[in-house]
């Protein structure tokens, strides 16, 4: 079992950057590709970004690309998203995912955190 804990939401004003985390519970998460999805109030969860279980490759959806950034320090268990020149249709709940055998842009990832709220708002 795989234990996801987001951090790092909170509300930007338009333009801004917010800086998000995502810590797990595990020995090593290099044995986990791992990705981010979103879902606004009344939209289907889509996807934002994923990286491969060494980082060296990933994937963005087009309205974030360019825009954020994912990480990931497998020293430390952890994986991070970097948002910047954020817009109001970015407002949503964040959640990181996890999965062994999984790396893409669906929702096929089979661990999944609570998600942190990112408001974008003037």
């Known amino acids: 079992q795989v234990e996801l804990v987001e951090s790092g939401g909170g509300t930007v004003q338009p333009g801004g950057s917010l800086s998000l985390s995502c810590a797990a519970s595990?020995?090593?998460?290099?044995?986990?590709?791992m990705g981010w999805f979103r879902q606004a109030p009344g939209k289907d969860r889509e996807f934002v970004a994923a990286?491969?279980?060494?980082?060296?490759?990933?994937y963005y959806a087009d309205s974030v690309e360019g825009r954020f950034f994912i990480g990931r320090d497998n020293a430390k268990n952890t994986m991070s998203l970097q948002m910047n020149i954020l817009r109001p249709e970015d407002t949503a709940v964040y959640y990181c995912?996890?999965?062994?055998?999984?790396?893409?842009?669906?929702?096929?990832?089979?661990?999944w955190g609570q998600g942190t709220q990112v408001t974008v708002s003037s």
């Open positions: 595990v020995r090593t998460i290099s044995g986990y590709a």
């Open positions: 995912a996890a999965d062994r055998n999984y790396f893409g842009y669906f929702d096929d990832y089979t661990y």
């Open positions: 990286i491969s279980w060494s980082g060296s490759r990933t």
